[in-house]
């Protein structure tokens, strides 16, 4: 059985001179990398459609702003040019309030093939009606990825080797987390060719020579969860609790990134100093990671930001481990 993954296409928000109200960056397909590994650990066939790759530009609805009218552009390949019958299912992804109605565009064309749609992602939690009128079969409340085999082993009407568990049906029909969180430290290490169709970044999206020098840019998601509960963040909600990969495996997914071709790396950690709440062994996980990043001679970002106050006590160490991979902090 197949199944497509569709990563929507950029978005763009123009105003009447022409400003892109929005941020262009190619970035690394995260979720999607995470995503493809783990389906095919289950056994299924894979394929990628990246609606980021590609300069077709297609509008598909205005708003009104401050007096301005801003035209709503989808900037990518075409979502016409996927065939909605040439999968089994599809998988779609979206994280971001911003990207909700293209999202639903997408969905509506999916839908046009009759496979089953399973969707998921942070906006799609906390609104899924809207994407089940879209024309979801079902979205995803599990983010550790433990519920993904059962979901579609349901929908494809495959023997199930799970209980269902995370996820709400467009029928109304709802089950709630019923397995244990997937633990990043077991979510399956990407093969090359899968990290390789998951880089980012572009000589289009480069402002300089010095950043043109760090693409591709490979992606990682070390840890999982986060200890702080902040209004504006659903993160604390989702009920994984705070989970971390081994300096080993840290390592492993970053080396994976390099052999793909990756000449740097972002991580998409919700809290990567959280390990610190772990006394002397978590500060060492954090020391053994960032050396293990500069003996491979590979620069590293976090994209949510770390917290070098969460550490006092080691914060000049770890500065001199991350000035060496991505300059002054």
Same mark, same amino acid.
């Given at each position: 059985?197949?199944?497509? *993954?569709?990563?929507? &296409? +950029? ?15 190619? !970035?690394?397909?995260? =979720?999607? +990398?995470?995503l493809m590994s783990n389906l095919e650990a289950g056994g299924f066939e894979v394929e990628l459609f ?18 301005? $009218?801003? !035209? ?5 390949? %075409? ?17 971001? $309030? ?10 509506? !064309? ?30 995803? $409340?599990?983010?550790?990825? /433990? ?5 579609? @082993?349901?929908?494809?009407?495959? &023997? ?7 996820? #709400?049906?467009?029928?109304? /029909? ?6 244990? &969180? #997937? !633990? &990043? ?10 990290? %390789?169709?998951?880089?980012?970044? =572009? ?6 020579? =010095? ?11 070390? @840890?999982?969860?986060?200890?702080? $509960? ?17 300096? +080993? ?17 972002? =991580? @998409? ?33 976090? @994209?949510?930001?770390?917290? *070098? ?11 001199k481990g991350i000035n060496a991979l991505v300059g002054n902090v």
């Amino acid at each position: 059985m197949k199944i497509g *993954l569709v990563e929507l &296409p +950029q978005l763009k928000i123009i105003d009447p001179e022409g400003i892109d109200w929005t941020e262009q960056n190619q !970035h690394p397909l995260i =979720s999607k +990398q995470i995503l493809m590994s783990n389906l095919e650990a289950g056994g299924f066939e894979v394929e990628l459609f990246n609606l980021k790759n590609g300069f077709e530009e297609e509008e598909f609805g205005q708003a009104t702003w401050k007096g301005m $009218t801003l !035209h709503k552009i989808a900037y990518g390949g %075409k979502t016409a040019a996927i065939d909605p019958k040439s999968c089994d299912a599809w998988g779609v992804t979206n994280n971001f $309030t911003i990207y909700r109605e293209l999202t639903s565009l997408v969905l509506r !064309h999916l839908a046009k093939g009759g496979k089953p749609i399973i969707v998921g992602g942070s906006d799609v939690i906390s609104q899924p009606r809207y994407y089940l009128e879209a024309g979801a079969t079902a979205v995803v $409340t599990d983010k550790s990825g /433990s519920a993904n085999w059962a979901i579609f @082993d349901y929908v494809l009407g495959q &023997p199930q080797r799970q209980e269902l568990s995370g996820v #709400l049906f467009a029928d109304g /029909s709802q089950y709630g987390k019923n397995l244990r &969180p #997937l !633990h &990043p430290q077991d979510w399956p290490v990407p093969s090359i060719n899968v990290a %390789k169709a998951c880089l980012g970044g =572009s000589n289009e999206f480069a402002d300089n020579i =010095s950043e043109s020098s760090l693409i591709p840019i490979g992606s990682v998601m070390l @840890d999982l969860g986060c200890d702080r $509960t902040c209004d504006f963040c659903q993160t604390p909600t989702y009920g994984t609790g705070y989970m971390r990969m081994t300096p +080993q495996r840290a390592l492993e997914w970053c080396a994976r990134q390099k052999e793909a071709g990756a000449r740097s790396v972002v =991580s @998409d950690s919700d809290q990567f100093l959280g390990r610190v709440l772990f006394g002397n062994e978590g500060r060492q996980e954090v020391f053994d990671i960032v050396n293990g990043l500069r003996a491979m001679n590979l620069p590293f970002s976090w @994209d949510n930001g770390i917290e *070098l106050k969460n550490c006092p006590f080691a914060y000049f160490e770890i500065t001199k481990g991350i000035n060496a991979l991505v300059g002054n902090v």
